[in-house]
Antibody, heavy 113, light 108 residues
Framework: QVTVKESGPALVRPTQTLTLTCTLS??????????VSWIRQPPGRALEWLAR???????FYSPSLRTRLTISKDTSRNQVVLTMTNVDPADTATYYC?????WGQGTLVTVSS | DIQMTQSPSTLSASVGDRVTITCRAS??????LAWYQQKPGAPPTLLIY???RLETGVPSRFAGSESGTKFTLTVSSLQPDDFATYYC??????????FGQGTKVEVK
């Protein structure tokens, strides 16, 4: 059974870099066709797609956040990592990792001084 | 980049109603369209993928269809458990993905 779990800091200071980790179980990041995304949802607002990494290491980013995001994968640990630089209170949100049909429960990140 | 325009933003309905939500893509997405249901405090759950394919375990009252760049989610007979927010998402192969703005289905 595939499981997805996000982890990261609950609180980040403005201008710092946020690093989030997605750990997948019973799932192979190098299997052809596999694509893993990060999505966020500010409190009370809509889903926003952030970034994606494919089985062949292709990477895609939201045009509006492209300059601040980096996505990578560690196949030995079955993890996908997202970094976001220069965070702002507007980045406060629940961050989800997803394979389309499998989602984690999300991790709430608050940006505040 | 591909934009998804979802409507309506809010829909008031009663149990037993037939409900329709629409998403329009700004360009051809070749059926790479998913529909999700989200309830407060929970992650989205996949209902429909490839525009019209029902995810395993999803009730058959949910159906997806497409006509060109217009995609529709229909709930044939709304049940109490269906009051939630619904999102479309395009997931084409060689571009960033995007969600629609969401549709909240509320009690009339």
């Amino acid at each position: 059974q595939v499981t997805v779990k996000e982890s990261g800091p609950a609180l980040v200071r403005p201008t710092q870099t946020l690093t989030l980790t997605c750990t997948l179980s019973a799932f192979y990041l190098t299997k052809r066709g596999v694509r893993v995304s990060w999505i966020r949802q500010p409190p009370g607002r809509a889903l926003e797609w952030l970034a994606r990494i494919d089985w062949d290491d292709d990477k895609f980013y939201s045009p509006s956040l492209r300059t601040r995001l980096t996505i990578s994968k560690d196949t030995s640990r079955n993890q996908v990592v997202l970094t976001m630089t220069n965070v702002d209170p507007a980045d406060t949100a629940t961050y989800y990792c997803s394979t389309i049909n499998h989602w984690g429960q999300g991790t709430l990140v608050t940006v505040s001084s | 980049d591909i934009q998804m325009t979802q409507s309506p933003s809010t829909l008031s309905a009663s149990v037993g109603d037939r409900v329709t939500i629409t998403c329009r893509a700004s360009q051809n997405i070749s059926s790479w369209l998913a529909w999700y249901q989200q309830k407060p405090g929970a992650p989205p759950t996949l209902l429909i993928y490839k525009a019209s394919r029902l995810e395993t375990g999803v009730p058959s009252r949910f159906a997806g269809s497409e006509s060109g760049t217009k995609f529709t989610l229909t709930v044939s007979s709304l049940q109490p458990d269906d009051f939630a927010t619904y999102y479309c998402q395009q997931y084409t192969t060689f571009s960033p993905w995007t969600f629609g703005q969401g549709t909240k289905v509320e009690v009339k």
